[in-house]
């Protein structure tokens, strides 16, 4: 049977109910807690910023589409006002 060892790398029990010895260094695994936290915190402010950043590139693009439009409008009325209207509307 090859699943017959399966508990075999499990700790001892310890007679008369006395705790365990660590089985890994906690202050290590804290420390690490500790330095995923700072990262998170990091991303965290990273993503911020980046999505600050986005929502102003979005305003000054509709602003630039708005500006453009504006431009385009005149142009055609001045023209139209100049008498210099399309030759394509006569066909």
Do not use: C
């Not at 260094?25 to 991303?43: H, M, W």
Request: charged letters at 45%.
């Amino acid at each position: 049977m090859r699943f017959r060892d399966h508990l075999a790398d499990l700790p001892k029990e310890i007679p008369g109910g006395q705790k365990a010895p660590e089985m890994y260094d906690k202050s290590k695994i804290l420390k690490l807690e500790a330095e995923a936290q700072k990262l998170r915190e990091l991303i965290d402010k990273k993503e911020d910023a980046k999505r600050q950043k986005l929502r102003e590139w979005d305003g000054l693009e509709r602003e630039a589409e708005t500006a453009q439009l504006k431009v385009d409008l005149a142009e055609s009325s001045l023209r139209g006002l100049n008498g210099e209207a399309d030759v394509r509307d006569a066909f």
